[in-house]
C-alpha cells in the first residue's frame, strides 16, 4: 500500500472511530433520556387546591395523593411510579430481597446529589425513614426491625416478619418512606426551617412560596434523569373552576386542574384548548346495609344483581364525564395490584325487572336511602337513583356533608344504600381490608370464606400465589355480589395550546403531571 | 367618661370570651377534620395518629383548656392543613385583604357618595329613580356573580385584565369592584337619605333664603352634615369588608383572609377557623368599642345614659 493510501485509510479509520463515538454518546444520552439543551420557558398551572407547606417535606406526607404533585418536583424516593413502571428505581440503582423476605436492599445511584450539592448518601435514607411520620409510619415501624447502612452505596431495611406488602407501602403514593432529603441540611435548619425553604435531589429546586398564592420552582439542571427542558415552573392556586378556566382560555396559565361538567365542554369546544383526563385509584360503588338482614329485600343476590343491571354506567359516564371515566364492575380499581377484573355489568332495565320478579318483588320495593357525600354522592350518585327508580327499587337520594358522611359510615350508623368511594392509595388487599374483610373501617357485613382467603394472603410472599387468593377473593365478592361498582371518575383537566408534554397521564394512577424533567412546551 | 370606657372595654372583652368559646364548640360540631387529611379507606392506625398529632384525642375541656391557655399566649396553633403556626397565615393574608377592603372602600364611596347626593338633589326625577336601580342592583346581585361577569367580559372577551391572582393594581380592579358593588349601593342610599334629611333642615333653608349659590349650599351647608353617619358606616364597613370577602377573593384567588378562612372551612381546619373569626371578631369589637367611645367623646349625652 502507498503513503496516500494507508493516509487514506487512516483517514477512514478515524471517521469510523469518531462516528462510533459520536452514535454511543448519543445512545447514551438517548438511555438516560438526557438532553443537552439549557432549560428555557415558564409552564404554569391552575391547581385547584391551597399548596401547603406540609407538602415540602416528604415527612409528612398524609395518606392522599395531593403532596406528590409536589414531591415529583422537589424531591426524589429511592422507588416511586414511572411512565410505564408502578415502581422504579429513582434513587436506587435496584433493590433486591432476601429469600426468606426479611432483608430489603438497596443500592444507591452513584454521584446523584441534592439542589445544594451534597450527595445523597445511604445516611440520607436512613435519616429519611427515620424522621417519617406520615401515613402508614406507625405500621411501617413497627414492622421494621431495623434500617442498616451497609456502606456508602447500601443500605438494609430488616423486618420483623415477612411482609408481603411492604414495596406497596414504601415504593408507592401509600406513603412518602421512601422520597430522600438531605440529613444535613435538615439538621442545621430544622423541621420548620426546611418548610420554608426545602432542599431535595428531584428535577425542581425551590424558589419562592406564597402561601395561598403560588410556588415558584427552577429546573435543576444537574438531575440525574435529565436536564429538565422547562426553566421554571409556577404552580398557581385558583380555587373557583371557572376562574381556572378563564386563566386558561387567557394563556395565563397551561394546565388548569379539575374542570368539571359544562366547563369541561367548553374547554373541548375552545380551539386550542384540549382535555386531558388523568386516572387514579379512586372508584365509586354502592353497599346495601341491609344485606345481612335475612328479612330484607337485598339479602337476595338476585335483586342486588338486579341493581347492578338497573344501572346505566356508560350514560352517566357521558352525561357527567364527557365518556372520559371508567367504568366499573369491581369495587377495586383497575390500576391496583392484584386487580381481578369480573365480568361487566351490562345495563340491561328489563333483565333488571325479571329479577325483581322472580325475587317475588314485582313492583318493586322501597329501598330507602341512597346516602353519598355532596360531591360524587350527588354527582354520580343522582343518576344512579334515577337508574334504580326505573326498575322498582324506590331509594331517596340522601347526600350528606362529607365529613358526616364518612363519620357515620366508619361508625356503621347508616342503613339503606351507601353511595361508597375510595381513593386511597396502596393495591386491592389494602382496599379490601377496609371494606370488604371483617374488622374493616367500613365493613358492614363480611363472608366467612372472604375472610380466610383474606388472612391466607397476608403472609404469602410468593407473587404469584398471592394473586390467585386474591383473586379468588374478588372472584367470590363479584359471585356474592356483594357491592354495586358504578363508576371510576376521570379527573378531568384543560390543557393549553404552548404544551408539547404536559405529562398527564404519563405515570399511572397519578392525577398531575409529572415527571417534570419529561415536560417540553412547545417551539414558537 | 373614665367609667363609661372601662364598662365598654369589659363588654367587649365579655363578647371576646363568648366568641371563643362558640367558635370553639361549633368548629367541633362540623366532625373529626382527620376525615378530610386522608383519603377515605386510610387505615385507623393513621387516622389515630393524626388525631393524637392534633390532640383531638383529648376530652375536650382539656382541648379548651390548652386554646384559651395557648390563645392567653398568644399562641393561636398550628393549622391542621398548613402545619404552620396560625397567626403567621393570618398576618400573611392581612395585608391583602387591607388592601382589598381599601380599594373596595375607596370605589365604593366615589361611586355611592355623589350618586347619593345626586339622588338626593334630584329627588323623584330621572337620577333619582336610577340611583335606586342602581342600589337595588348593588344590593341584590350576588358578589360571585358580578365577579365571574368581569372576568368574562374584561379577561375573557376583551383581554383587558387578568383572570385572577395579586401583585398588580390591574389584578385588584375587578375584585374591588365586585366587593365595593354592595357597599357603593349601601352607601349611595344612606348617603340620599342623609341629604334629604339635611335638606329639609332649617339652616338649609335659612341658606337658601339667604341667597346663597344652590351648589354653595348642597357642597358646604348640607354635604358636610350628611357625611358624618356616611363616614360613621363606611368605618364599620371597612372592617366587615375585610370580613365579607371569602366569596370575591375565592372567585379571584385573591390571596386574603376571607378565602383563609374558607379553605380553613373546608378542611375542618379547627386552629384556622378558630383565629380567623377570633381576630376578625376582634376588629369589629376593638371598632365599635372605638366609635362608642368616639360618640361618648363628641355627645355628652351618651356617655350619661343608663
Known amino acids: 500500500m502507498t503513503r496516500s ?72 424516593g429511592l422507588v416511586k411510579p414511572m411512565p410505564g413502571k408502578p415502581q422504579a428505581g429513582s434513587l436506587a440503582e435496584s433493590w433486591s430481597v432476601s429469600a426468606d423476605g426479611l432483608v430489603y436492599e438497596f443500592v444507591l445511584r452513584p454521584g446523584v446529589k441534592f439542589h445544594n450539592g451534597d450527595p445523597v448518601t445511604t445516611e440520607d435514607v436512613k435519616f429519611s425513614f427515620d424522621r417519617y411520620k406520615g401515613a402508614g409510619a406507625t405500621i411501617m415501624k413497627a414492622r421494621m426491625a431495623a434500617v442498616e447502612v451497609v456502606d456508602q452505596q447500601r443500605i438494609r431495611f430488616r423486618l420483623k416478619q415477612p411482609w408481603a406488602d411492604f414495596m406497596t407501602f414504601f415504593g408507592t403514593p401509600a406513603t412518602g ?36 398564592v403560588e410556588l415558584i420552582l427552577e429546573a435543576h439542571e444537574d438531575y440525574w434523569r435529565k436536564t429538565p427542558a422547562v426553566k421554571t415552573l409556577v404552580l398557581r392556586h385558583i380555587p373557583d373552576e371557572s376562574t381556572r378556566l378563564a386563566a386558561l382560555k387567557r394563556g395565563e396559565v397551561d394546565v388548569a386542574y379539575s374542570i368539571t361538567g359544562p366547563l369541561a365542554e ?46 346505566d354506567r356508560a350514560g352517566i359516564n357521558n352525561a357527567v364525564y364527557l365518556g372520559l371515566s371508567k367504568l ?92 361508597s368511594g375510595s381513593g386511597a392509595p396502596g393495591n386491592a388487599p389494602t382496599r379490601l381490608e377496609q371494606y370488604a374483610v371483617t374488622g374493616g373501617r367500613y365493613t358492614y357485613g363480611a363472608y366467612p370464606d372472604v375472610d380466610g382467603l383474606f388472612t391466607e394472603q397476608v403472609n404469602e410472599m410468593n407473587p404469584r400465589v398471592r394473586q390467585q387468593i386474591l383473586h379468588k377473593m374478588q372472584q367470590l365478592i363479584h359471585e356474592k355480589v356483594m357491592f354495586g361498582p358504578v363508576i371510576e371518575p376521570a379527573f378531568l383537566n384543560g390543557v393549553g395550546p404552548r404544551l408539547e408534554v404536559h405529562g398527564l397521564g404519563l405515570v399511572a394512577n397519578h392525577a398531575y403531571s409529572a415527571p417534570y424533567e419529561d415536560l417540553r412546551l412547545r417551539k414558537p | 367618661m373614665k367609667r363609661y370606657i372601662v364598662k365598654r372595654v369589659g363588654f367587649a372583652a365579655i363578647s371576646l370570651v ?36 392534633f390532640g383531638l384525642d383529648r376530652p375536650l375541656w382539656v382541648q379548651y383548656g390548652h386554646f384559651v391557655s395557648s390563645l392567653v399566649r398568644g399562641d393561636l396553633g398550628h393549622s391542621f392543613y398548613y402545619r404552620t403556626p396560625v397567626l403567621e397565615l393570618y398576618l400573611s393574608r392581612l395585608p391583602s385583604s387591607l388592601l382589598l377592603a381599601s380599594a373596595a372602600m375607596a370605589f365604593s364611596l366615589v361611586i355611592g357618595i355623589p350618586t347619593g347626593i345626586i339622588a338626593a338633589v334630584r329627588v323623584n326625577q330621572w337620577w333619582d329613580s336610577a340611583g335606586k336601580v342602581f342600589a337595588l342592583l348593588g344590593l341584590s346581585l350576588p358578589s360571585f356573580w358580578v365577579g365571574l361577569l368581569l372576568i368574562l367580559f374584561f379577561s375573557v372577551y376583551l383581554g383587558w385584565l387578568p383572570s385572577s391572582g395579586s401583585g398588580t393594581a390591574a389584578h385588584l380592579l375587578m375584585p374591588a369592584f365586585a366587593l365595593g358593588w354592595y357597599f357603593a349601593a349601601a352607601h349611595m342610599r344612606l348617603t340620599r337619605s342623609s341629604m334629604l334629611d339635611v335638606l329639609g ?25 350628611a357625611l358624618i353617619p356616611v363616614l360613621t358606616l363606611a ?28 379553605e380553613g372551612i373546608a378542611f375542618r381546619d379547627f386552629p384556622v377557623v378558630q383565629a380567623t373569626v377570633i381576630l376578625n371578631g376582634a376588629m369589629v369589637v376593638v371598632v365599635s368599642l372605638l366609635v362608642d367611645i368616639l360618640y361618648a367623646v363628641i355627645d355628652p349625652r351618651i356617655r350619661f345614659a343608663r
Open chain 2, 201 to 225: 333642615s332649617e339652616y338649609v333653608k335659612l341658606a337658601r333664603l339667604k341667597g346663597l349659590p344652590e351648589a354653595l349650599v348642597i357642597g358646604k351647608h348640607a354635604f358636610k352634615n
Open chain 1, 5 to 76: 493510501g494507508r493516509r487514506d485509510v487512516l483517514r477512514v479509520c478515524s471517521l469510523l472511530l469518531a462516528l462510533v463515538v459520536v452514535a454511543a454518546v448519543a445512545s447514551r444520552a438517548d438511555a438516560q433520556g438526557g438532553r443537552s439543551e439549557a432549560p428555557a420557558g415558564q409552564m404554569t398551572w391552575a391547581v385547584h387546591f391551597s399548596l401547603a407547606p406540609t407538602f415540602f417535606d416528604p415527612a409528612e406526607t398524609p395518606g392522599i395523593i395531593t403532596p406528590f404533585l409536589v414531591l415529583y418536583a422537589l424531591h426524589d
Open chain 1, 177 to 212: 418512606a421512601a422520597w430522600i432529603v438531605p440529613k444535613k441540611y435538615v439538621e442545621q435548619v430544622g423541621d420548620e426551617g426546611f418548610k420554608k425553604a426545602p432542599v431535595g435531589a428531584g428535577p425542581y429546586r425551590f424558589v419562592a412560596f406564597k402561601p395561598g
Open chain 1, 328 to 419: 366499573a364492575h369491581s369495587f377495586i380499581p383497575q390500576g391496583m395490584e392484584y386487580f381481578w377484573a369480573p365480568p361487566p355489568y351490562l345495563f340491561d332495565a328489563k333483565a333488571a325487572k325479571r329479577l325483581l320478579v322472580e325475587a317475588g318483588y314485582p313492583n318493586g320495593f322501597d329501598a330507602g336511602d341512597l346516602t353519598g357525600d355532596t360531591i360524587y354522592g350527588v354527582a354520580i350518585g343522582e343518576p344512579v337513583a334515577n337508574y334504580l327508580q326505573q326498575v322498582g327499587i324506590r331509594v331517596r337520594l340522601r347526600p350528606m356533608e362529607r365529613v358526616a358522611f364518612f363519620k357515620e359510615y366508619g361508625e356503621k350508623k347508616l342503613s339503606g344504600v351507601i353511595f
Open chain 2, 18 to 53: 363568648l366568641l371563643s368559646v362558640t367558635i370553639f364548640l361549633l368548629v367541633r360540631l362540623t366532625g373529626d377534620p382527620t376525615v378530610l387529611l386522608v383519603e377515605p379507606g386510610a387505615s385507623q392506625a393513621d387516622m389515630e395518629a393524626i388525631r393524637k398529632q
Open chain 2, 235 to 262: 368605618g364599620i364597613n371597612l372592617v366587615i369588608m375585610v370580613n365579607v370577602a371569602v366569596v370575591v377573593e375565592t372567585v379571584f384567588a385573591w390571596p386574603g383572609i376571607g378565602r383563609l378562612l374558607y
Open chain 1, 266 to 311: 367548553e374547554v373541548k369546544r375552545s380551539p386550542g384548548l384540549a382535555l386531558a383526563p388523568t386516572y387514579f385509584t379512586f372508584t365509586t360503588w354502592l353497599v346495601s346495609t341491609d344485606k345481612w338482614d335475612s328479612k330484607s329485600p337485598w339479602h337476595d343476590r338476585r335483586v342486588r344483581r338486579a341493581a347492578n343491571l338497573a344501572i
